[in-house]
């Protein structure tokens, strides 16, 4: 009796450590209502916030879900005013929040770039950030200092980006290597091209 209660409560302990909080709106047309939470279940990993628009109001909504397919679904350049349908990712309660304070008071198109957990690591790029003011689009730098590449992403005016990209760069070779993506899920295709070519 007290093995199996003991086998319970370690698996209970092991869960909530994994899991991961979403808002949640008390009232979906009402976006100041969205500071409740509710808890992930599962494998999901990151928060998406969707925001459908019928002309007339707004329906506000955070679902639990798989991070991947999360920015494979987000909506990029998405101004709430004119679009039916925006879907956008966060990672925390924090960046929900920020997330959805940017998007209706200061009623820009929003934009989120991937965000690296480990700048050794290029396959840690999962998470995202959100971008803010004239950012629309992303930059990611690869720095090679001989021995490991070090891999980060920032939010930047597009055409400034371009201005710097670095072309034909060999990750191999060049010590320094710019390039630019659009969205979370252009820049998760750009990059598993550039560190795995094969797959």
């Not at 925390?92 to 209706?104: A, N, P, R």
């Not at 629309?136 to 891999?151: A, P, S």
């Amino acid at each position: 009796m007290k093995t199996t209660s003991l086998i319970v409560f370690t698996v209970a302990v092991i869960y909530g450590v994994s899991a991961i909080e979403c808002p949640r709106c008390t009232n979906p047309n009402d976006w100041n209502s969205c500071s409740a939470t509710h808890t992930c279940n599962g494998p999901d990993d990151t928060c998406q916030l969707v925001i459908e628009n019928d002309g007339t109001k707004h329906k506000i909504n955070y679902h639990c879900i798989h991070r991947q397919n999360c920015q494979q679904h987000a909506t990029t350049y998405c101004d709430i005013t004119v679009h039916g349908h925006c879907s956008m990712c966060c990672d925390t309660i924090d960046s929900c929040k920020i997330l959805l304070d940017t998007v209706f008071e200061a009623g820009v198109s929003v934009i989120t770039c991937p965000k690296c957990t480990n700048v050794n690591d290029w396959m840690s790029c999962t998470n995202t950030q959100i971008c803010h003011g004239s950012e629309d689009g992303c930059q990611l730098v690869v720095d090679n200092d001989g021995t490991r590449h070090k891999v980060n992403y920032h939010c930047i005016h597009r055409q400034n980006c371009q201005q710097h990209e670095t072309q034909h760069c060999d990750i191999s070779v060049h010590g320094h290597c710019n390039f630019c993506c659009d969205t979370a899920d252009a820049c998760r295709v750009q990059i598993e091209g550039i560190f795995d070519p094969s797959a």
